[in-house]
């Protein structure tokens, strides 16, 4: 079976007010959505919905995950590469307490999903009834909007919502919960999108005077610094903010979601932000004279000891999310607005600029790196393999044409920072949340999203355990995700904080695992081990010209560390770059 | 990752605690009460009153809230209220930007006021109003700031107090600029719009 599927969007003509359930109803509307692809698990609650879709498979692919974390990461992963609003479906009760952690990830990354929940009749509401969980309010702090259908004449009004809100202003996840008699009752269907809600205001308006005093100390900054999030991407605003990267020649360091932002070779990209980034991109936070923030937030990963952060910099902050202005970090110039719209606006003001001797000054901080971390892992030359070389082989395969996915931990910063990528939307990573389990269904819903790239996993051996049973979904889509499993035999992150601030002190960070190419090929996965540098590079070829998903297990060096390291609590300036011998 | 950052006090209270009145214009829908105070209970600001009930406007509800915190907390917990999908507007104001009330009703047996011959003066020093009175006991009105209340609580306890009860604040501002009416002159009486076909 090849996973390919045509992806045009698809919206069928509806005579004006058929007559049909509330099932079919949600049918229709995410139909009328463009939505093609929609991940989940059937369950009492919601098998009414899962008895209507059987009379649209022509329209809907549904992807019958085996857990529904695996459904809403896969839903992530989908959304994150295709940019289209994640769809998942579960049940009542444990389906929708299952879907928590990928609706609290996407909450804190800004991931447009819906998801749809069954729920018990509405009469049965608050009887503690047989899966029976208050789904509204368990997700309520981590969702963008969550509504109860308890009527079926609710349905088209109530989905056109959930879409508009799931993917305008600052994307987010929303949970439509809807009653079984909801989807069993009967109503007039007629859709509508939603234009327009009176109490929310995505769009932005952009303050003419915030631009013209951002322009101002644009044009006079002698060490001007940009720092890209993931506003860029999610706004679509690539080719925007390399319009005003390219004039302002101002260099450029970007937080792990905004990976994308600028391609990595260019020459103005000096790296990643915060704990685990580049020496240079950290330092220099702390000698620019102008920190332009372009949709990004300050997170504490990327600010380390705030009281240290960048004091002697005025501070622009272009964000579409008014809440997150002054959270943090306060701005000199907020422009509070949608990047797609602000950018080219600036681009037109400010003058052209050349900061070369500026940017060359971060080259000479890489010169640092490079000799006393760089080379290390990506050319080793002692014995036991380094999670940098692997990554390293792996771009020469795939020219950077691939769609990276990490899982969390030691080898997401390594990926982060190794994994070459050229095209936008092709890094997903949980970032805020840091949800270990999240690699493996993510790449999968990568892969359904775009079946025509190259999409390769790196994964630990402790993360890939905790959502492991999607590998009999991939194994039945036959999505050719390409899994590394880069496999110190610990939990690699924890046990380097261990050694690092707790005194050696390695407290359940030692895994006994099974033997991975086993467990793949009992799914019906090939697989390969490698212990050896040797045989690295020709298993690395082998799994990326297979037709199909493959497990490539790599044996890594034990006790190996991710560096540079901003430990907790020290300033952007106080780089570890080594190990204390 | 695995591991977390301990969030200490940053000690960004440039004023030091005081009293503030936040108020909130919503759509009427179930759960947004909920969505508002968990804003608070994650950021750990205590919730001295609170007052919801339909606004001058129809369709549209008015949460009042006070608070006793920072400047800088109040700030940003106005703005994630704010950021709330059906939440209209929200605004914070300092005790000297509004004018407010509570009103508590104090529930005294008959007989120990009867009894004592201070009852009059009571009342009148206080403004208050007798609401009701019969044989076992009678209930006695008075608005006023929470210092007032609190005053001629002190005074009735002497007599017994039965019950005992106070509202949550409501307040309207100094200003004469009328912020949210305007805004809602701007926005419409639609709340939620659908494209046509």
């Known amino acids: 079976m090849k996973a390919t599927k045509e992806t045009e969007t698809t919206t069928i003509d509806i005579p004006n007010k058929i007559r049909v359930t509330g099932a079919e109803a949600i049918m229709l509307s995410l139909i009328q959505e463009g939505v093609d692809t929609l991940f989940g698990y059937p369950g009492g609650a919601i098998m009414p919905a899962y008895d209507a879709l059987m009379n649209y498979t022509d329209k809907l692919r549904h992807i019958l995950t085996r857990h529904e974390q695996g459904a809403i990461h896969a839903a992530q992963g989908y959304a994150r590469v295709t940019g289209k609003v994640g769809v998942c479906m579960a049940t009542s009760g444990p389906g929708a307490t299952n879907l928590i952690t990928g609706i609290a990830d996407a909450m804190i990354d800004s991931t447009p999903l819906v998801c749809i929940t069954g729920q018990v009749a509405a009469g049965l509401l608050g009887t503690d009834a047989f899966q029976e969980t208050d789904v509204i309010g368990i997700s309520m702090p981590v969702t963008k909007w969550n509504y109860l259908i308890t009527k079926p004449e609710e349905i088209p009004a109530i989905l056109a919502q959930a879409f508009y809100i799931a993917k305008t202003g600052r994307p987010g996840p929303v949970v439509v919960d809807i009653a079984k008699n909801a989807q069993f009752g009967m109503l007039d269907f007629e859709y509508h999108k939603c234009k327009r809600m009176r109490s929310y205001a995505p769009e932005p308006r952009i303050s003419l005077d915030n631009l013209k005093a951002a322009t101002s100390l644009i044009n006079s900054a002698k060490k001007p610094y940009i720092l890209a999030g993931q506003g860029i991407i999610l706004g679509g605003a690539e080719q925007e903010f390399l319009q005003f990267v390219e004039k302002s020649g101002i260099p450029v360091g970007w937080t792990i979601l905004g990976a994308c932002a600028l391609p990595k070779d260019h020459p103005q990209n000096i790296g990643m932000l915060g704990m685990h980034g580049n020496y240079s991109a950290n330092i220099k936070t702390n000698e620019c004279d102008l920190l332009i923030g372009v949709g990004m937030r300050f997170d504490d990963r990327v600010t380390g000891d705030l009281s240290r952060y960048a004091k002697q910099a005025k501070i622009i902050h272009l964000e579409i999310d008014k809440a997150e202005i002054n959270k943090v970090v306060t701005a000199d110039v907020p422009l509070h607005g949608d990047v797609k719209d602000t950018l080219p606006l600036l681009t037109k003001m400010i003058e052209k600029r050349d900061h070369s001797a500026w940017i060359r000054a971060f080259r000479e901080a890489d010169k640092i790196e490079y000799e006393t971390v760089i080379q290390h892992d990506l050319h080793p030359v002692k014995p036991g393999l380094t999670m940098g070389e692997v990554i390293h082989l792996i771009n020469e395969g795939t020219k950077g044409d691939a769609i990276v996915v990490t899982d969390v931990g030691q080898h997401q910063m390594f990926a982060s920072r190794y994994a070459f990528h050229k095209n936008p939307r092709s890094f997903v990573t949980s970032g805020g949340l840091g949800t270990m389990g999240f690699g493996l269904p993510a790449a999968h819903g990568a892969k359904i999203g775009c079946p025509d790239k190259q999409v390769i996993l790196f994964v630990g051996d402790g993360g890939f355990q905790m959502t492991i049973q999607e590998l009999g979904t991939i194994n039945q889509t036959q999505a050719a995700v390409k899994i590394v499993l880069l496999n110190n035999k610990y939990l690699g992150m924890v046990r380097q904080w261990q050694q690092l601030f707790f005194d050696k002190r390695y407290s359940e960070t030692y895994l006994l695992n099974p033997d991975f190419i086993k467990v793949a090929e009992g799914f019906g996965i090939k697989g390969k081990k490698v212990l050896e540098r040797p045989q690295l590079a020709q298993a690395i070829q082998e799994m990326l010209d297979h037709n199909g998903p493959y497990l490539l297990e790599v044996s890594i060096e034990k006790e190996d560390n991710v560096f540079p390291m901003v430990p907790t609590g020290a300033s952007v300036s106080e780089v570890i770059l080594e190990q204390k011998k | ?197």
């Open chain 2, 1 to 197: 990752m695995a591991t977390t950052t301990i969030n200490s006090e940053n000690g960004n209270c440039k004023e030091g605690k005081k009293s503030f009145t936040i108020s909130a214009f919503s759509e009427n829908h179930i759960g947004l009460l909920n969505r508002i105070t968990i804003i608070f209970t994650r950021r750990q600001v205590n919730i001295d009153s609170l007052t919801v009930s339909g606004s001058a406007i129809p369709g549209i509800h008015k949460f009042t809230i006070v608070v006793n915190d920072c400047r800088e907390k109040v700030e940003k917990v106005v703005e994630q209220i704010e950021k709330l999908v059906e939440v209209l507007k929200a605004f914070y104001h300092t005790e000297d930007e509004v004018i407010h009330q509570e009103i508590a009703l104090y529930k005294v047996p008959t007989k120990a006021l009867l009894e004592s011959n201070k009852v009059e003066a009571t009342i009148r020093k206080h403004s208050a109003r007798i609401l009701e009175v019969r044989p076992e006991y009678t209930v006695i009105e008075l608005t006023g700031h929470k210092e007032e209340t609190q005053a001629l609580f002190d005074e009735l306890n002497e007599y017994g107090l039965l019950q005992f009860t106070r509202s949550g604040r409501i307040a309207v501002t100094r200003s004469s600029k009328e912020v949210f009416s305007n805004y809602m002159k701007e926005v419409g009486h639609q709340s939620v719009e659908y494209e046509k076909n």
